[in-house]
């Protein structure tokens, strides 16, 4: 599975749009890409996921770029929910192999 | 049922002891999974169970040993454990490969909280 680098942290004020960014320049042709968040203390928690589209859903909206070889996670309208560790995942479709990287602190901050 | 049911959700044991980790799910899922997570560290894949054989075993010590009853239940068997074994233990379900099924993500339980003593 490819793997993916992402910033270590980031700050979003409340209310505003939280645009998290993953390079996955090694992607291949079939594999996914996933988002994933973890608040403090609790299991991690499926966000979304795309092959090459720009996919939306009631948490959030990714866009791959044309080449896939990144995408970025924007969550709306931030809350102080929000605050959590997000990770951007590439894998096979119904691959076994979900490998978690460090991920992105993102702080939202009233 | 969206839920994975993880029991105990805290657990002390001693380096001595024989104790169960315990992952209930209701979805349908054929896959299953046990991460290990340490403080400040993600989640690190530990087995995979699809179709409740074990597909994938990252190399974990035998001091750890999996089960998987059913299609719904899934054990995490302790044994002899140190202290640096100390770390949140993550189950997860997805839908596994067969005919129809649809990418979808991994649904992961609260996790038990595990202290060696």
Known sequence: DAKTTQPTSMDCAEG???????????????????????????GPQYIIHGLKNNETNEMASLIITEDRKSSTLILPHATLRDTAVYYCIVRVPLGFKTIFGAGTRLFVKA | ??????????????????????????????????????????????????????????????????ECPNSSLLNLHLHALQPEDSALYLCASSQAPGRGVKEGGYTFGSGTRLTVV
Request: net charge positive; hydrophobic share 30%.
């Open chain 2, 1 to 66: 049922d969206t839920e994975v049911t993880q029991t105990p959700k805290h657990l002390v044991m001693g380096m001595t002891n024989k104790k169960s980790l315990k992952c209930e799910q209701h979805m349908g899922h054929r896959a299953m999974y046990w991460y290990k997570q340490k403080a400040k560290k993600p989640p690190e894949l530990m087995f995979v169970y699809s179709y409740e054989k074990l597909s994938i075993n990252e190399s974990v010590p035998s001091r750890f040993s999996p």
């Open chain 1, 16 to 42: 505003r749009a939280a645009n998290l960014p993953c390079n996955h320049s090694t992607i291949s042709g079939n594999e996914y890409v996933y988002w994933y968040r973890q608040i403090h203390s609790q």
